[in-house]
């Protein structure tokens, strides 16, 4: 099935050393990379904002950033859900944040073919889908988190899960770059692969006005092929607003640039290459002077909302700008023709 746009475009660049200054200048001197100046530090957006260092070519500083992330890691495998200034703002521990480290490590190892690199972090990866993979149910779903008291909270998110879908298969690719087996994560994978397709009532059905729960299931490569070009289409109109990109949720009218820098990567990922460009065109000029884009736009009005400039916006206009221009040879972590060569299972 094709995704039918029925628009032209004029091909844009982006300014990456701008983009990437923007991003090392909220970069802490501890490695650490919060939301914004000032603002809380989500683990799961830090190692996305690693990853657009890492295609900027600001290798020693995205190497900064994971080495926070290891010093941190508690002995269990989790980071909190958030900080501020050093201080556990949010004292969840979440599977989707425990697993997404080893997505980071493995597109850096892409772009640098550092088997050192893969080396040292390979506990901070390993402990990281350990404590995800506990969490698994005999459904295959994940549950999203325990609380600071370490009781689990038996809520299955279809978004989260398909993240720790595509932080599984990192991990499986590392391991086996470092001659490791795990097969209790490739059966984890494959049972939340079958709960993803195929058991859908199973998530919390609440989160489906979020744009992710549409096509996080494509990104990860758990949905593929003719399923997953159905899955885009039969949503398209709901979440798509030409021009303006991706709305955050179905019923607001607010579209937001990591969002859409996020559906041109699942586009690149299935190969929809020619549509990925013309929605990838769509955010290019919502930009400040400096580089960083804009955290959302009110379509209606075009109100810049919020003003917050943050970094993990601009990591993912990043990663979607690799996708498209193959800037670095990690720009088909995502592809999936890229992980059936792979053969990690």
């Known amino acids: 099935m094709q995704l039918f746009i029925p628009w032209s475009f004029a091909e844009e660049t982006v300014d990456i050393g701008a983009v990437a200054t923007f991003i090392s200048g909220i970069q802490k001197e501890n490695g650490e990379i919060p939301w914004s100046e000032e603002g809380k530090t989500n683990p799961w957006d830090h190692v996305e904002s690693a990853m657009g260092l890492s295609v900027a070519g600001r290798l020693k500083e995205a190497e900064k950033a994971y080495e926070w992330m290891k010093k941190t890691q508690m002995r269990d495998g989790t980071w909190w859900a958030a900080y501020k200034h050093g201080i556990p703002d949010d004292r969840t521990k979440d599977a989707n944040i425990s697993s997404y480290i080893a997505v980071g490590v493995y597109h850096h190892y892409l772009v640098t073919g550092n088997k050192e690199f893969l080396k040292f972090m390979w506990p901070s990866v390993k402990y990281g889908i350990d404590f995800a ?3 698994q149910a005999s459904t295959g779903v994940i549950y999203w988190a325990k609380n600071s008291r370490g ?3 038996p809520m299955a998110l279809l978004t989260a899960s398909s993240s720790v879908y595509m932080s599984i298969k990192c991990g499986l690719a590392i391991a086996l770059c470092l001659d490791k087996k795990r097969r ?5 994978l494959l049972k939340l692969g079958l709960a993803i397709n195929n058991k859908p009532h199973l998530f919390n059905m609440m989160k489906s006005r979020f744009s ?5 299931p494509v990104l990860c490569g758990a949905v593929t092929g003719g399923d997953a070009r159905m899955r885009l289409h039969k949503s398209w109109d709901k ?4 021009s303006w990109g991706v709305r955050c949720v179905s019923d607001q009218p607010w579209t937001t640039m990591a969002e859409t820098s996020e559906l041109v990567l699942t586009l690149a990922a299935i190969e929809e290459h020619q549509k990925a460009k013309i929605v990838f065109n769509w955010l290019i000029d919502k930009k400040y002077d400096d580089g960083s884009f804009w955290m959302g736009v009110t379509f209606q009005d075009g109100v810049i909302w919020p003003e917050e400039k943050t970094s993990w916006t601009a990591a993912a206009v990043l990663l979607a700008y690799d996708a498209l221009n193959h800037l ?3 720009g088909h972590l995502f592809n999936h023709r890229f992980w059936n060569e792979t053969k990690v299972i």
């Open 212 to 216: 992710m729960d549409w096509y996080y």
């Open 151 to 153: 009781v689990v909270d």
């Open 239 to 242: 979440f798509v607003v030409p």
């Open 184 to 188: 209790d994560w490739e059966q984890a």
């Open 328 to 330: 670095t040879p990690a």
């Open 133 to 135: 993979v506990s969490l």
